[in-house]
């Protein structure tokens, strides 16, 4: 008679990153956090011996990053980083207002489970942790995964999408909006509104914080923009 061993506690194999993947999550990082700034120009040749591989998988991360408004064409040189503009600025947030309220919205409606409700605030201390050692790319990386789980917890697997893609050319704006150490303190204080609001049910109090927190961020990046445009 034969015996089936149980699965129930055995954990899913991890499949190694493939070269391209690797260069991928670089290279996408180095642009979200500032490590490479707008304007710099990438080549496939530079970025093959940097990376120690061929430049087929250089291309074709290059060609995603591309796709996602990271990068843009530049001849036949290569690809620079963007420079996101005021009116791109302003284009962002106003999507950004037309979707993120109603999904605090909708969470505040329908409830979210307890263990939900314990990642989002782990992600609360991990941005309180990144503000109190001054890392702040790991607050802004924080920053979007909050939002980004918001959207996934709503169920509309197009929306988390939607969002995703616009956090991933926002982070470069996000660089902007948090210059200032105490800007850092009010986020991590608005997304704490936000949270306690769809907590306790409240679905209007809930867009409403959400709203706030959009026009406040706007106000911050817009003003920067044009301080950096009067230099």
């Given at each position: 008679?034969k015996?089936?061993?149980?699965?129930?506690?055995?954990?899913?194999?991890?499949?190694p990153?493939?070269?391209?993947?690797?260069?991928?999550?670089?290279?996408?990082?180095?642009?979200?956090?500032?490590?490479?700034?707008?304007?710099?120009?990438?080549?496939e040749?530079?970025?093959?011996?940097?990376?120690?591989?061929?430049?087929?998988?250089?291309?074709?991360?290059?060609?995603?990053?591309?796709?996602q408004g990271?990068l843009?064409?530049?001849?036949?040189?290569?690809?620079?980083?963007?420079?996101?503009?005021p009116?791109?600025?302003?284009?962002?947030?106003?999507?950004?207002?037309?979707?993120?309220?109603?999904?605090?919205?909708?969470?505040?409606?329908?409830?979210?489970?307890?263990?939900?409700?314990?990642?989002?605030?782990?992600?609360?201390?991990?941005?309180?942790?990144?503000?109190?050692?001054?890392?702040?790319?790991?607050?802004?990386?924080?920053?979007?995964?909050?939002?980004?789980?918001?959207?996934?917890?709503?169920?509309?697997?197009?929306?988390?999408?939607?969002?995703?893609?616009?956090?991933?050319?926002?982070?470069?704006?996000?660089?902007t909006?948090?210059t200032?150490?105490?800007?850092?303190?009010?986020?991590?204080?608005?997304?704490?509104?936000?949270?306690?609001?769809?907590?306790?049910?409240?679905p209007?109090?809930?867009?409403?914080?959400?709203?706030?927190?959009?026009?406040?961020?706007?106000?911050?990046?817009m003003?920067?923009?044009g301080?950096?445009?009067?230099r």
């Amino acid at each position: 008679m034969k015996t089936t061993a149980p699965t129930a506690d055995l954990l899913p194999v991890e499949r190694p990153k493939t070269m391209k993947q690797h260069v991928y999550e670089a290279l996408q990082r180095a642009i979200l956090q500032g490590t490479i700034a707008p304007d710099a120009v990438l080549t496939e040749a530079t970025l093959a011996e940097k990376f120690g591989v061929s430049r087929t998988p250089v291309r074709e991360v290059m060609q995603e990053l591309q796709s996602q408004g990271l990068l843009e064409p530049v001849g036949s040189r290569g690809k620079r980083v963007r420079r996101i503009t005021p009116e791109e600025v302003r284009e962002l947030f106003w999507l950004r207002s037309v979707l993120e309220p109603p999904i605090a919205n909708r969470l505040a409606t329908i409830g979210i489970a307890n263990a939900d409700a314990e990642r989002i605030r782990k992600l609360l201390v991990t941005q309180q942790e990144a503000l109190e050692r001054g890392d702040r790319a790991a607050f802004l990386t924080a920053d979007s995964n909050f939002h980004i789980l918001l959207a996934q917890l709503t169920g509309f697997p197009k929306v988390t999408e939607i969002i995703t893609n616009l956090r991933n050319v926002f982070q470069i704006v996000g660089l902007t909006a948090i210059t200032k150490l105490g800007r850092l303190r009010e986020v991590i204080d608005e997304h704490q509104r936000i949270v306690e609001a769809i907590l306790r049910r409240d679905p209007v109090e809930a867009e409403r914080a959400v709203r706030l927190h959009l026009e406040h961020t706007e106000e911050i990046v817009m003003e920067r923009l044009g301080a950096e445009d009067g230099r």
